[in-house]
């Protein structure tokens, strides 16, 4: 009895011990990457300005200052520290609309990337294990998304669906998962050859774990770099959207609302477009950083032997 906790225990520390050296080893190849160690900080950061976006910001986003429209920002002429980034035109502080802005961008990103991974990985592990018919019409229905351009797409669903937030997301989310989609199916045809999915048949693995528990973690790596690029994907249409007005509705401090309500005023009021323009370009920037820097570190033909 003893000699047999004895082992299990050897097992599970044996394990715990692989487990902590490929953590070590990713985070070596990652941190090679200088940009990406730059993008995960950043975004980092902006994680923290989100949660604390209460304690943060110097105003309430919404709250409008009648005697300080089209306020500059402090260092210029006019400008007051009491609005470091400047007024709207309405009189609203520009920082305190950012600052509760990268809420809705982290959370956009998180909804889209999750909706598109969870149903791509769904329909690519089906018809990479099945094939067949199956696999044709799933495929075929890909290709049909994928022949129109992303945003012109995107447009027509929240033209369909009706413009809001939680359309617009659904409208993105569709339009990035035929590429899940083909990722997985791919990855899963690869795996379908390896010796342990044959052992996994001969002893009569059931099919719904050989698909989901044997077959797919082996596929994750890939995945995991694009749902990382597809968050800074989500972002940056989540904007054009707004800017279109197709998305978040006036008066939310999205990032991408933000700059429709201030294109009329990009001649006499730089600000008002300028730092948003920047949070959306700072944050998506380092995402992309961040999806190299995994990249690198995830696959194996790009480790140095």
Not at 110 to 132: D, E, K, N
Not at 159 to 175: E, Y
Not at 289 to 300: K, N, S, T, V, Y
Request: charge should be neutral.
């Amino acid at each position: 009895m003893t000699d047999t906790v004895a082992e299990n225990t050897e097992k599970l520390d044996t394990r715990q011990g692989g487990r902590i050296a490929l953590l070590k080893e990713f985070w070596s190849y990652f941190t090679e990457n200088r940009g990406a160690v730059m993008g995960l900080i950043f975004f980092i950061a902006v994680i923290l300005v989100a949660i604390f976006a209460d304690v943060l910001a110097p105003h309430a986003p919404n709250q409008q200052y009648r005697d300080a429209f089209l306020q500059p920002p402090f260092w210029e002429e006019g400008g007051s520290t009491a609005f470091i980034l400047g007024t709207d035109a309405v009189g609203r502080d520009i920082l305190s609309r950012l600052i509760h802005g990268s809420r809705y961008s982290l959370f956009i990103g998180c909804i889209v990337v999750s909706i598109a991974l969870s149903v791509g990985i769904l329909l690519g592990v089906t018809a990479g294990y099945f094939r067949g018919r199956v696999d044709t019409i799933i495929m075929r229905l890909m290709d049909i998304f994928l022949a129109f351009p992303s945003l012109l797409l995107a447009l027509v669903l929240v033209a369909i669906l009706g413009p809001s937030l939680t359309n617009a997301m659904i409208a993105i989310a569709i339009v990035q998962q035929p590429h899940y989609v083909r990722l997985t199916r791919a990855a899963v045809m690869s795996e379908m050859s390896r010796d342990y999915v044959t052992a996994a048949r001969v002893i009569g693995v059931k099919r719904l774990r050989l698909m989901f528990v044997t077959i797919l973690p082996n596929c994750m790596a890939p995945l995991i770099v694009q749902a990382a690029l597809s968050f800074s994907s989500a972002i940056l249409d989540a904007a054009a959207l707004g800017f279109l007005g197709l998305g978040a509705q006036p008066p939310t401090p999205e990032w991408g609302t933000m700059l429709a309500e201030a294109r009329e005023f990009i001649l006499r009021a730089w600000w008002v477009v300028t730092f948003p323009g920047l949070a959306i370009l700072t944050t998506v920037v380092a995402i992309n950083l961040m999806g190299d820097g995994l990249r690198d570190a995830l696959d194996p033909k790009l480790k140095r032997s």
